[in-house]
Each structure stands twice: as C-alpha cells, then as structure tokens.
C-alpha cells in the first residue's frame, strides 16, 4: 500500500562523510514535501516534482529526509507514487491541520451546523468506499453525487429512527445535543433545497451543506467534479482513497456502514437490510478529513 519508507535511525553502519546530508538534500526534500501539499499538483505535468519522488523512491537516506520534514511540520505521508505524489495528511497538532469548527464557521453561523458538515463529509467518504475492497483496490475510483448523498443520509436518518422507535428510545432530543447522533435527526428536519419559490439551493439546507463539502474535497485535492446532474457529480482521487483509508476505522464511519449503504454506478444510494445491532453509539466530531476542535 504505502510505499514510503518510514522515519527510523538507520540499522546499518553510518555513513561515510561524503553520504553526510547537504543543504541541497534538505532543500530538495523541503521541496517534495511543498509538493505534496499542493493536493492538485500532478507529477506527471511536472518534471521536478516527479524526479523528486522518483528520488525518493529510489535512495532511501533521501526518503528519511523528507519522511523527517513532514514529520517536524506535522504531517503524517500516507503514500509516495506516481499516482498519488508525495500524499500527505495533516497530524491533529499540526499547523496544517483544518478543524470541523473552523470550517463550519466559514459556512454558517448557527454552530450546531458544525454536526451536519461533519456528518456530509462522512456520508461522503462512505458512498466512495463503501466496502473495505474498494479501499484496498489502487484502481478502484468512487463516484458520488450531491443529490445521492442527501438522499442516503435521509434513508440512514430514518433507518436509526425506526431502530430507536423500537428500542423505545427518545427520538426527538434537542437539536443543540452534543454528538453526531443530534445531527441524524437535524438533518430530516432540515429543508433539502430551501425555501425558495424556484426551490434554488440555500447553503443551509442539506444539498447545500454536502455541495459544500465536495467544493472542499475538490479544491483539496480529493475529488473531480465531473458534471452537473444531480446537484453535482464528482469522481474520486487516489489522495482521498489514501485520506479514507486512513481514516476507516472511525466508529462513526463504520456504524454508517453497517446501515447497508451500496451506491451504485451514477453516484445514487441504496441500503440494504442490516444485520441486528445494538452498537448505535456515533463519535462527535468524526467528519472527514478534520479534527475534533
């Protein structure tokens, strides 16, 4: 999978002084690590970037190199290939890291939508991959569409509500509860497109919250917006299968994928009857690709 060698002291010998680091090695791999954070740069439209994987991969004291550059500014690298670049994801103390708070404070200022952001992003990432071969398969590209995603969040809200009517659980908390479970129930409540005469899409609404999470993903690298049909069409990179495999064991994600989510090849949800459970637990602040505040 990761083809990165990791940051460790070397087992064999040192080595000898004309193998001592340079200032040009350290400028080349702070240079490797400066691509790798433009999510949009590909190596294949540009010599230098695909010379320094190329280098990277090949001598490895030079991998250790950048490995320690991305580590000291915080950065955790997920893969280096030509498919990906050099793919790195921010560590939760790094400068670079972009946190569920902050962004939903960009969108809204009602701060309860910060659980409906966060809930978009991980319908997002779980309609990509819904299944652990799709993560495992390089090849493998997701498709999703704004309108799909709405759509199988709705069917997943009322899919824990009949199993909370059930257990004979409370199924109308207060919209300002705590917790990503608060955030199923908003979501039903809220206006799919808005109030509009012309039923235009508000940012507020639902459409509107995950439009703004896939503009996110794809200004961030992880997805390709594709077309306009059903609120937006968008199509997978390599750096966001890398970005949800690394982030696949979140409680949160895995309780949405025992809900029986299968999208099919237009990017629209299904579910399917899930196996009994009584793990209902969701994790606050799960959102992909953030951090909790």
């Known amino acids: 999978m990761s083809e990165h060698?990791?940051?460790?002291e070397p087992d064999g010998p040192a080595p000898a002084a004309g193998a001592a680091v340079t200032p040009a090695d350290a400028a080349d791999a702070a240079r490797l690590v400066s691509f790798g954070l433009q999510p949009?740069?590909?190596?294949?439209?540009?010599?230098?970037?695909?010379?320094?994987?190329?280098r990277y991969r090949e001598d490895p004291p030079f991998a250790r190199l950048a490995d320690a550059v991305a580590t000291g500014l915080g950065l955790i690298v997920l893969e280096v290939s030509p498919r990906a670049g050099m793919a790195v994801t921010a560590a939760?103390?790094?400068v670079f890291a972009v946190r569920m708070g902050?962004?939903?404070?960009?969108?809204?200022?009602?701060?309860?939508?910060?659980?409906?952001?966060?809930?978009?992003?991980?319908?997002?990432?779980?309609?990509?991959?819904?299944?652990?071969?799709?993560?495992?398969?390089?090849?493998?590209?997701?498709?999703?569409?704004v309108n799909g995603v709405d759509a199988f969040v709705r069917q997943a809200c009322r899919r824990l509500e009949e199993r909370a009517e059930e257990q004979g659980e409370n199924t109308d908390p207060a919209t300002d509860a705590p917790g990503l479970e608060a955030a199923w129930r908003i979501w039903v409540r809220r206006s799919a497109t808005g109030a509009t005469k012309d039923a235009r899409r508000l940012a507020g609404s639902?459409?509107?919250i995950v439009a703004k999470a896939a503009a996110f993903l794809t200004e961030s690298g992880f997805l390709q917006r594709t077309g306009d049909d059903h609120g937006g069409t968008y199509r997978t990179t390599a750096r966001y299968q890398l970005q949800v495999r690394d982030m696949a064991g979140s409680a949160a994600?895995?309780?949405?994928?025992?809900?029986?989510?299968?999208?099919?090849?237009?990017?629209?949800p299904t579910l399917l009857p899930a196996e009994e459970s009584d793990d209902l637990e969701l994790v606050a602040d799960a959102g992909l690709p953030f951090h909790s505040s």
Do not use: C, N
Not at 5 to 8: K, R
Not at 40 to 46: F, G, H, I, V
Not at 253 to 268: C, Q, R, S
């Open 92 to 94: 939760e103390d790094s």
């Open 102 to 145: 902050d962004y939903a404070r960009r969108t809204s200022a009602d701060g309860g939508d910060r659980f409906l952001h966060g809930l978009a992003h991980l319908a997002v990432a779980a309609m990509a991959f819904p299944r652990p071969e799709d993560l495992a398969d390089d090849g493998y590209i997701g498709r999703i569409t």
């Open 206 to 208: 639902t459409t509107g």
């Open 5 to 8: 060698v990791e940051w460790s």
């Open 253 to 268: 994600m895995a309780e949405l994928l025992d809900l029986g989510v299968v999208p099919v090849t237009d990017g629209t």
């Open 40 to 54: 949009k740069l590909q190596p294949a439209r540009d010599p230098e970037y695909a010379d320094l994987l190329r």
